[in-house]
């Protein structure tokens, strides 16, 4: 490419900006500055010492206008130069920034073909796992120019693999928390639910194992509550004639009796004769 810098042709005289009367006026700053230097505050000059510091101040303010005011005169050349440069640089700045846009857009399409190629890769080799494909997540240097397609496949397939370790893992702790659940012959959704939430099967168990502890003892206690009413009924309770008489509150129950004949397993006969006493139905064996 043809070089450019050998046609820049520059009218340079370098610049002289010299402080005629240094020594001059480095003794004057020293002596005020010596007088001033060693000053100690009291009580007694505070007053005043403020108002020293603030003459101070404008001394140094004037020195440093003036610094600024040949700074500035100085600069303008300079500045002068540097926007002819850059008023000449403007159109290749533009073919610049074309140039990078094409080449920003050309190295996007080219990694979005090839997350489009890992993404068929995964979907491919998952057909064949238990893995999903949409759970295995795309590594960022996947798609570096320097990453080589065997690179990339391994550590693809190690991530589908990984990953149906996990669900294998998953399957097993809902197969026992299931198991245990029907131990306990509780309802296990809810607790399934709570491994879907990230919640370990161990603490998921014991969670079970607390809350049929609960209810449990919700159970008893309302048990031991429903016995105590029932037995404090049925001694303020009084039998005339058929008629059950409550006499604390003059309640009065008609009663009438049946003869059944009633056919069930052990247990659930056991359950119902409990039922009848729990709500204080009299009954006997037949003869």
Not at 63 to 86: A, G, T, V
Not at 206 to 214: A, G, S
Not at 226 to 244: C, G, L, Q
């Amino acid at each position: 490419m043809q070089e450019i810098s050998n046609n820049v042709t520059v009218d340079y005289q370098v610049g002289k900006l010299e402080l005629k009367n240094s020594e001059l006026l480095r003794n004057a700053v020293s002596e005020v500055a010596d007088k001033y230097k060693d000053l100690i505050i009291t009580d007694d000059t505070v007053k005043e010492d403020k108002k020293t510091k603030t003459e101070l101040n404008g001394l140094l303010k004037q020195l440093e206008d003036k610094r600024k005011e040949y700074k500035k005169q100085y600069q303008i050349p300079l500045k002068d130069f540097e926007n002819s440069i850059k008023d000449i640089e403007a159109p290749l700045n533009d073919a610049i920034n074309n140039l990078k846009l094409q080449l920003n857009d050309y190295d996007e399409r080219l990694v979005k073909q090839k997350e489009e190629q890992i993404r068929s890769f995964i979907e491919e080799v998952c057909k064949e796992h238990k893995a999903d494909a949409k759970d295995i997540i795309i590594n960022p240097k996947w798609l570096n120019k320097s990453t080589s397609k065997k690179t990339w496949q391994d550590e693809a397939i190690q991530a589908i693999k990984l990953q149906d370790a996990e669900i294998s893992r998953f399957e097993i702790d809902v197969a026992n928390v299931k198991a245990f659940a029907e131990q306990l012959n509780v309802n296990p959704d809810s607790y399934v639910y709570q491994l879907n939430m990230g919640v370990s099967s161990i603490e998921v168990v014991q969670r079970m194992q607390k809350d049929v502890e609960r209810a449990k003892k919700r159970q008893e206690a309302l048990d031991a509550e429903t016995k105590a009413m029932n037995e404090a009924k049925k001694a303020r309770t009084k039998v005339i004639d058929n008629k059950r008489i409550d006499t604390a509150t003059g309640e009065v129950e008609k009663l009438e009796t049946f003869t059944l004949t009633v056919t069930g397993k052990n247990e659930d006969l056991i359950n119902l004769a409990k039922y009848m006493q729990e709500h204080n139905i009299d009954f006997k064996s037949a003869e």
